[in-house]
């Protein structure tokens, strides 16, 4: 009697596993054949006239990063466009101003003991008086470097008529260690797959938090207020909801620093993904109202929501493939099979190598480790948080020499 039970329970638990999963599996599917057609020409910028760009870069106590990424935003191509960079030192208790400031940047500081958070420095940047004249902003993250064409790629884009882009944005350091490249590989999918997906079928390619563009006309009808851990979710949703899209630009790439191991991965991982949580909560019944009431092109952001980490998304499908429904067990199969067609994708469309493909092995290790962070993403999942900047490899893991026995 009890194992007849015990039975019945788990055959519901794998059929609610099942439903939860369906919505990301077709969003999964959808986007991964859409990303492999045929990719398309690379956008010309023919010159039309004066443009003026200006790049952000929001930094909090980024003094052993912000050389190296004004540095290559200094060097790239400007392709006769009137470039300025900004730093914008909020909150500092470190050389971030005075170093970026050495390395030809702008610095506007910024000390809001209360207001702590990359949406309010942005939100600071996109007012302030010295980057009203600039036709469109460009916004790169403290530990990055740019691609060469990046600036002429994302600004001459706008230039050319888009409202918003987003370029690819991979990771720097993939062949550090083996957990680097595995998530290399995640944010090929997340970052290329996805929006390049989107992009071939006409959709707003989203905002990833770095590398993307606004213009200027769209930050005016359109205000940067999102203050939340992932204030690049929730303004794209924003930019959905008043009728605007971001274009993918698939021919130019910001790259990244990923921390290797310690507490900064944690600490990084669960603070993204708890963001995320929260903004399914809070915003996928508003979405869900638009798309009843005919707005269409909120269909595809609400199922971006229902789609949960990919690690989550693989323990759901795994109990469901456990189950002894037959329905529920398909399900679960096609959806594990539509993971590693994204998978797959990624590697092809995301400039990935064989290695990758090797990588694969040590997935489930990650999904372990994945579980093991719920109650840090549960704690996160909160509306509002201060600037937890994530510690840097340099800092935690210092080359030999310039550690003493003291240290």
Same mark, same amino acid.
């Given at each position: 009697?009890?194992?007849?039970?015990?039975?019945?329970?788990?055959?519901?638990?794998?059929?609610?596993?099942?439903?939860?999963?369906?919505?990301?599996?077709?969003?999964?599917?959808?986007?991964?054949?859409?990303?492999?057609?045929?990719?398309?020409?690379?956008?010309?910028?023919?010159?039309?006239?004066?443009?003026?760009?200006?790049?952000?870069?929001?930094?909090?106590?980024?003094?052993?990063?912000?050389?190296?990424?004004?540095?290559?935003?200094?060097?790239?191509?400007?392709?006769?466009?009137?470039?300025?960079?900004?730093?914008?030192?909020?909150?500092?208790?470190?050389?971030?101003?005075?170093?970026?400031?050495?390395?030809?940047?702008?610095?506007?500081?910024?000390?809001?003991?209360?207001?702590?958070?990359?949406?309010?420095?942005?939100?600071?940047?996109?007012?302030?008086?010295?980057?009203?004249?600039?036709?469109?902003?460009?916004?790169?993250?403290?530990?990055?470097?740019?691609?060469?064409?990046?600036?002429?790629?994302?600004?001459?884009?706008?230039?050319?008529?888009?409202?918003?882009?987003?370029?690819?944005?991979?990771?720097?350091? #993939?062949?550090?260690?083996?957990?680097?490249?595995?998530?290399?590989?995640?944010?090929?999918?997340?970052?290329?797959?996805?929006?390049?997906?989107?992009?071939?079928?006409?959709?707003?390619?989203?905002?990833?938090?770095?590398?993307?563009?606004?213009?200027?006309?769209?930050?005016?009808?359109?205000?940067?207020?999102?203050?939340?851990?992932?204030?690049?979710?929730?303004?794209?949703?924003?930019? #959905?909801?008043?009728?605007?899209?971001?274009?993918?630009?698939?021919?130019?790439?910001?790259?990244?620093?990923?921390?290797?191991?310690?507490?900064?991965?944690?600490?990084?991982?669960?603070?993204?993904?708890?963001?995320?949580?929260?903004?399914?909560?809070?915003?996928?019944?508003?979405?869900?109202?638009?798309?009843?009431?005919?707005?269409?092109?909120?269909?595809?952001?609400?199922?971006?929501?229902?789609?949960?980490?990919?690690?989550?998304?693989?323990?759901?499908?795994?109990?469901?493939?456990?189950?002894?429904?037959?329905?529920?067990?398909?399900?679960?199969?096609?959806?594990?099979?539509?993971?590693?067609?994204?998978?797959?994708?990624?590697?092809?469309?995301?400039?990935?190598?064989?290695?990758?493909?090797?990588?694969?092995?040590?997935?489930?290790?990650?999904?372990?480790?994945?579980?093991?962070?719920?109650?840090?993403?549960?704690?996160?999942?909160?509306?509002?948080?201060?600037?937890?900047?994530?510690?840097?490899?340099?800092?935690?893991?210092?080359?030999?020499?310039?550690?003493?026995?003291?240290?």
């Amino acid at each position: 009697m009890m194992a007849d039970l015990l039975l019945t329970a788990w055959n519901a638990v794998t059929m609610v596993a099942a439903i939860l999963t369906l919505a990301g599996s077709s969003e999964l599917l959808v986007l991964s054949l859409a990303a492999l057609y045929p990719a398309r020409p690379s956008r010309s910028n023919p010159d039309r006239g004066p443009w003026s760009v200006g790049v952000v870069v929001p930094a909090h106590n980024e003094a052993l990063s912000i050389a190296s990424c004004v540095g290559s935003l200094v060097l790239a191509e400007k392709g006769g466009m009137k470039v300025d960079v900004f730093v914008i030192a909020d909150n500092c208790t470190d050389d971030t101003a005075s170093i970026a400031a050495a390395a030809g940047a702008q610095v506007l500081k910024r000390i809001v003991a209360s207001q702590r958070g990359k949406g309010y420095a942005l939100n600071f940047a996109f007012t302030h008086e010295r980057l009203a004249g600039c036709d469109c902003v460009l916004i790169v993250d403290a530990d990055t470097e740019v691609a060469d064409n990046f600036i002429v790629a994302a600004a001459g884009a706008m230039r050319d008529g888009e409202a918003a882009v987003q370029a690819r944005y991979l990771v720097r350091n #993939v062949g550090e260690s083996v957990r680097t490249r595995l998530m290399g590989l995640a944010l090929r999918a997340f970052n290329v797959v996805r929006p390049l997906g989107r992009e071939h079928l006409g959709l707003s390619a989203g905002i990833v938090g770095n590398g993307f563009g606004l213009t200027h006309e769209t930050l005016r009808a359109v205000p940067y207020l999102a203050s939340s851990v992932v204030e690049d979710l929730e303004y794209h949703l924003s930019l #959905v909801r008043s009728g605007r899209k971001v274009a993918f630009l698939n021919e130019t790439t910001v790259y990244g620093e990923m921390p290797v191991k310690g507490p900064a991965v944690d600490t990084q991982r669960s603070r993204w993904e708890g963001g995320r949580l929260r903004m399914l909560v809070e915003h996928s019944p508003k979405l869900l109202l638009d798309v009843l009431s005919g707005k269409l092109r909120c269909v595809e952001p609400l199922l971006e929501l229902l789609l949960l980490p990919l690690a989550f998304h693989v323990t759901l499908l795994l109990v469901a493939v456990s189950g002894r429904l037959p329905l529920v067990r398909d399900i679960g199969l096609a959806g594990l099979a539509i993971v590693l067609l994204h998978l797959l994708a990624a590697i092809l469309v995301g400039g990935g190598s064989w290695r990758d493909v090797g990588t694969l092995a040590v997935a489930p290790f990650y999904v372990v480790w994945k579980l093991i962070m719920i109650p840090s993403l549960v704690r996160n999942a909160r509306s509002s948080h201060a600037w937890v900047r994530t510690g840097r490899n340099s800092e935690q893991f210092p080359p030999d020499n310039t550690v003493g026995p003291n240290a």
